[in-house]
Structures are given as structure tokens and as C-alpha cells.
């Protein structure tokens, strides 16, 4: 970029002065003379001007008085006066009151005049420069303020409809809350109601075996047994039903624990069952690493968690494929793991998302006819938490299911 050609005003009554100096610098700078203030006055009015240099001693106006007026006019230019070494009182005001650049002693020589004007011009740009820059950083500040200022003003706006869909989201959370209290009172309601007949149908039904022991023909035996099956299968679902709604009513309940022995309650459920698994061609085994193993439980706890787990195992078990169940105790460390594993469908990805919530009825459907309410493993997962216990699942589809139920192990006496 080529430099910028500064404009220079030179202001002297004697012109020769004027033409030497215009002869001299014309080739550095853009020059205007004029032979007296007035004629300067004009010029500057007409024409942007960067150094204004004047004599000191003219007709009318003298230097001094002009630089007086130009600083108050054009307050940016740069000034320069002239004056004779014996001139001090004007050299002082105009540092004073004019506030000049340089004072230049008459007669002004060419090399220093040359390298004044280098210097002024110099000093000048540098001062623009800044001038410039500082400029360009209010604007940027100022810029940067309204952008903090229009941000504020749309994340203040978020906000209020982020409060205000909340406060929807929360109404609407309360009146399904509402609903589902009253759906869960009415099922308690039903559920509870239908407890009474359930167990009178089973008592008479058990009545009227024991009376006619003998009397019964094969196929009414078979009949009776299926209406026994179904009046027990109802019992559980009753009874699954009236659990749930009492572990949800006291959620806060902590039940007494006591010392509880696996090693003696889980043998006797395996056995419970082996013979209604038998009748799949399901084989039951079980396994322990250790004689005895205690928890800090509630016998009614864990006889409902193994209940659920050992039943389910039978129940989603494939039919007449002489498949296993293994129901393993393992001690380790500080606790004791319980695994029931069977040979059945397996979980899908799906499935194991859902698989402890209510009423969940997944992949796997009985293979022999069981009933499926889809709430045992949501009350397994309650009671084994009410007992400081942990329960997952492991599974691969078509490669059986793995339910492990872990506790701390009693260690007191
Ligand atoms: N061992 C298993 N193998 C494969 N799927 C299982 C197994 N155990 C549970 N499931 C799946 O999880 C679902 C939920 O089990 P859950 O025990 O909660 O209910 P359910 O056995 O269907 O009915 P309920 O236990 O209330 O009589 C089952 O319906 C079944 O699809
Ligand atoms: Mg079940």
C-alpha cells in the first residue's frame, strides 16, 4: 500500500517563503499557501487539511492568534508556528494555548524542516491510528453488548416456556396420579372382594373329595384336579395382587429381619416343585457350595422370591424336551448368591428392559398351560430390595435364563 500524501497549509505573509517551501515539498505532500490568516480561514474551510504551519508575525492576525482559532476549529490538525528566536512570549503561548507541535526558527532550514514534518506526520498517524482503534473497539464492545443483551433476552424467554411446560407436564402428572389411585383402589376393591369365595370354592371343592374319595371315575378325578388347579392358580393371582397394592401402600416399611437359613428353606421348595415340573419332563436340580448358609431376611420373603423364580422357570421350561432347572446357592465373601437357571426361550433385549416392572407379560408365554398375570417379578424385586438384596437377570436368547439374587450374609451367632 502506497502511503498516504498529507495535506500541509502554509500560511506567510512574505511570499517568497511560500513558493521555496511549496518548490521544496511538493513532491511529499499535497501544499496550500496563503499570505495571510483570512486567506488561510478560506482554505481550511474548503479543503481537509492535516498540518497547518504559520508565521508568526503577519498583518492583522498574527500566528499565534490564527493557531488559537484553528485549535478550537479543527482541534485534530497538526501545528506548527514560525517565529524568530526572540519571540518568546509567542513561542510560549502558543505551546500553552495553542498547543503546537514544534515552534520552527526563522529562517527555516530544509533538512530539518524535512525531517519535522517526517516526524510530526509520524506522530500524527500514529495518534489516528489509535484514535481508530479505539473506535473499532467500542463498536466491537458495544456490538458484543447488545448480542449479551439479545441472548439474554431469548434464553429469559426459554426459560418462562420451559416453567411453563413443566408446570403443565406437573398438573397432567397429577391428575394421572389421581386416576391411577383410583383404578388401584378399585382393583384392591375386586381383588379383595373375590378372596372369600375363591377360598370357600376351594374349601367345598376339598369337602367334596375327602366324601366321595372312593366313588370317583378317572375321568372325574381328572376334571377335579383341573378345577383345583385353576381354583389355586386364581388364589396366587389374588394373593400377587393384594402383595402388590401392599408394598406400594407402605413403601416406606422396613419388615424385622431375623437369621434365616437358605441351605434349609430353598432344598424344600426344589422339592415342591419337582413334581409339577415332571409332569414337563422338567428336571429340578440343586446345588450348594457351602453346609449352611444364614441371611438377615424374613422367611415369608424369601419363600415368596423362590416361589416366583422357581415357578417361572417351570413354567416358561420347554414342554416334553427333558430340559433342566438348576437352583444354585454360592457363597462369596460377604455374600451369598442364588442363581435359578433353566433351559427355556431366553430374553430378548426388549425383554429384560421390562422385566421386573408390573403387569409385564413378555416373550416367553407358559408352556403348559400356567395362568400369567405379569406380576411375580416385580414383587421379587420389591421384597429382595426390602431385604438389602440385588436381582438381575442373565439370558441370551434361546440359550435359557439365568435369575441371581444376591444378599449380604447374616454374621452374627
Ligand atoms: N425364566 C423365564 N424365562 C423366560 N421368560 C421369563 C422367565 N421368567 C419370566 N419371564 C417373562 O417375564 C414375564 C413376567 O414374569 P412374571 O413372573 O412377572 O409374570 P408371570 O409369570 O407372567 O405371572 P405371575 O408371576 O404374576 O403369575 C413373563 O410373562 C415371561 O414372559
Ligand atoms: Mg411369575
New binding site residues.
Given amino acids: 500500500m502506497s502511503a498516504e500524501k498529507y495535506s500541509i497549509l502554509y500560511i506567510d505573509d512574505e511570499v517568497v517563503n511560500l513558493n521555496v517551501f511549496k518548490a521544496t515539498f511538493r513532491r511529499d505532500y499535497h501544499i496550500h499557501t496563503a499570505s495571510s490568516a483570512v486567506e488561510g480561514v478560506s482554505i481550511l474551510q474548503s479543503t481537509p487539511i492535516d498540518l497547518i504551519i504559520t508565521d508568526q508575525r503577519m498583518p492583522k492576525m498574527t500566528g499565534v492568534e490564527f493557531l488559537k482559532w484553528c485549535k478550537i476549529e479543527y482541534p485534530d490538525t497538526l501545528r506548527i508556528i514560525l517565529t524568530g528566536f526572540s519571540d518568546t512570549d509567542a513561542i510560549i503561548t502558543a505551546i500553552n494555548e495553542c498547543d503546537i507541535y514544534r515552534y520552527i526558527a526563522k529562517p527555516w532550514d530544509g533538512e530539518e524542516m524535512r525531517l519535522t514534518l517526517k516526524k510530526a506526520f509520524e506522530a500524527y498517524q500514529l495518534k489516528r491510528d489509535n484514535r481508530k482503534l479505539i473506535a473499532d473497539l467500542k463498536e466491537a464492545k458495544e456490538s458484543l453488548e447488545q448480542k449479551v443483551i439479545q441472548r439474554t433476552a431469548e434464553v429469559t424467554l426459554q426459560k418462562e416456556e420451559i416453567e411453563r411446560k413443566n408446570n403443565t407436564l406437573e398438573s397432567q402428572n397429577h391428575q394421572l396420579q389421581d386416576l391411577d389411585n383410583e383404578r388401584n383402589n378399585i382393583i384392591s376393591m375386586i381383588v379383595h372382594d373375590l378372596q372369600s369365595p375363591v377360598n370357600r370354592i376351594n374349601g367345598l371343592v376339598e369337602l367334596f373329595m375327602i366324601e366321595n374319595q372312593t366313588s370317583f371315575s378317572e375321568n372325574q378325578t381328572f376334571y377335579l384336579d383341573l378345577i383345583k388347579r385353576n381354583i389355586a ?1 386364581a388364589s ?2 389374588i394373593r ?1 395382587l393384594l402383595d402388590i397394592r401392599a408394598l406400594e401402600k407402605n413403601s416406606d416399611y422396613h419388615t424385622p429381619l431375623m437369621k434365616v437359613s437358605l441351605t434349609e428353606i430353598l432344598p424344600n421348595m426344589v422339592e415342591g416343585y419337582k413334581e409339577q415340573a415332571a409332569k414337563k419332563k422338567v428336571k429340578l436340580h440343586y446345588e450348594t457350595n457351602a453346609d449352611t448358609v444364614y441371611i438377615n431376611g424374613n422367611e415369608d420373603y424369601i419363600s415368596r422370591i423362590f416361589d ?2 422357581i ?3 417351570v ?3 420347554p414342554k416334553n424336551m427333558d430340559s433342566n432347572i438348576f437352583v444354585k446357592i454360592k457363597e462369596n465373601g460377604e455374600y451369598v448368591s442364588i442363581s ?1 437357571q ?1 433351559e ?4 430378548s433385549e426388549d ?1 429384560k428392559k ?3 416392572k ?1 403387569f ?7 408352556t403348559n398351560g ?11 424385586k420389591t421384597l429382595t430390595e426390602r431385604l438389602f438384596g440385588k436381582v438381575w ?1 442373565e ?1 441370551k436368547p434361546r440359550s ?2 439365568t ?1 441371581i439374587v444376591e444378599f449380604p450374609k447374616y454374621f452374627g451367632n
Avoid: Y
Fill in positions: 392358580d396366587r393371582h400377587n416366583n423364580l415357578s417361572n422357570a413354567k416358561f421350561s435359578v433353566d427355556g426361550q431366553g430374553l425383554d421390562n422385566l421386573f408390573k409385564q407379560k413378555l416373550s416367553a408365554s407358559p400356567e395362568s400369567s398375570s405379569g406380576l411375580g417379578l416385580s414383587i421379587v437377570a439370558s435359557g435364563t435369575f
